[in-house]
């Protein structure tokens, strides 16, 4: 199988790129004030990008870049031809705009009913979007591309949700999306109401716009009896199905014919060596209403070159399980959430709902993990609390080198989410 366009080979992706980098260059010299004066002040001319090689000497853009030329300063394509206005959440600061023109839409569709078709998703299929719709680009992004692959959409949007079981029941939903925090709640909810997977048509899991573990997976497979398959996008980039996994399921096929990727150094901003970590950079290489170069996104990934066993040529990032702004230092060692949450998983008595709380205490750092065990915190004997709580406790502090106190608490007792979920509460 290649990867549904045709594309088969790494020359031909290169020979692709570089058509439409050249392009895109001209195309942003011309319409984009903003990077007009960018090039302008290094000097750089249109003409002077001439390889694929070429693109490190063109500058980077980043979130700021956006917010200072809020709300339309950075779209290319005059109004008229803007047919859809997306934003960002802002949980991050002030809310970052795009623009997409008729050919963006098309394009888009296109691309993200390439990523469900990896997925094995088939126009006899029914597709829940429990994505929340509106400036979020989750619900109308994938929608779109559910319409161009020719199955069928459910648009209930996220919220409601024992709805959203009844739904899957009455209507035989094949395929879910949402956020894997959302997957979660709503399998939770299920239980509540009585009602097994095995009374479902469920098939596969469209998850992703916020990381989420190798563990958290297998848990959510399991639970549902499912497939879950892994999507990567951002708004300012595009949406979701920049890349998306195949059935191997080790790593994402980056849609290389819209988007070239880089991975450089969060510190030095060079580019680093193919498989190593770093923050991943985009270059849209098609769009035409808000285009951009180098964008900087602030997640951390690596690309993998090797040939996939899907046979699709199209790179892979690894799975994003953390952005650089994510990192907790606590007392001086830096840790990821993520890396927490892996290894809560590995413990049968957790559930995969955990909050993680930093905060002061004589003005040393202290890290409280508060989880819900499977059964009533009562339910439990005290030494075998006790023990549990040692064990995790040595566990993270020989792979993290941190340690922290533990807070079991009883199932349904932390906040439940229906769209990206929020874990950590730095109260420093
Ligand atoms: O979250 C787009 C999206 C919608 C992707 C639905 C997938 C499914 P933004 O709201 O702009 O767009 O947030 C983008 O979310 O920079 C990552 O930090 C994070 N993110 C998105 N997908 C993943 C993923 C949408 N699969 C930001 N794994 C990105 C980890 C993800 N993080």
Redesign the pocket.
Known sequence: MNNLLGIQTREEIYDIQTERLKQLVKYVYKNVPFYKNKFDNIGLLPEDIRTLEDIKLLPFTTKQDLRDNYPYGMFAAPMEKIVRIHA??GTTGTQ?VVGYTKDDIETWSELMANTLRRYGITNNDIVQIA?GYGM???GL??HYGVEHLGAAVVPISGGATEKQVLTMKKFGTTVL?C?PSYALHIYDTMVKMGISPDELNLKIG???????SDQMRSNIEDKFRIKAY???????VM?????GECFVQNG?HINEEHFIPEIISGDTLAPVEAGQLGELVFTTLTKQGIPLIRYR???ISALEYDECECGCAFVRMR???A?NDDMLIIRGVNVYPIQIERILLEFNELTPHYSLTIEKDNNLDKLTITIELQRNVNNYKEEELIKLHKSIRTKIHNILQISCNIEFVNPDTLPRSEG?IKRVFDKR
Not at 206 to 212: H, I, K, L, Q, S
């Open positions: 960002s959440s970052t994505y979020f680009t989750g992004g994938v999306a956020t469209v998850f992703g716009a916020e990381p989420w892994d999507i990567y996008g951002l708004s300012e949406g979701p199905g920049v890349a994402l996104t602030r997640d799975r994003v399980g952005r990206k």
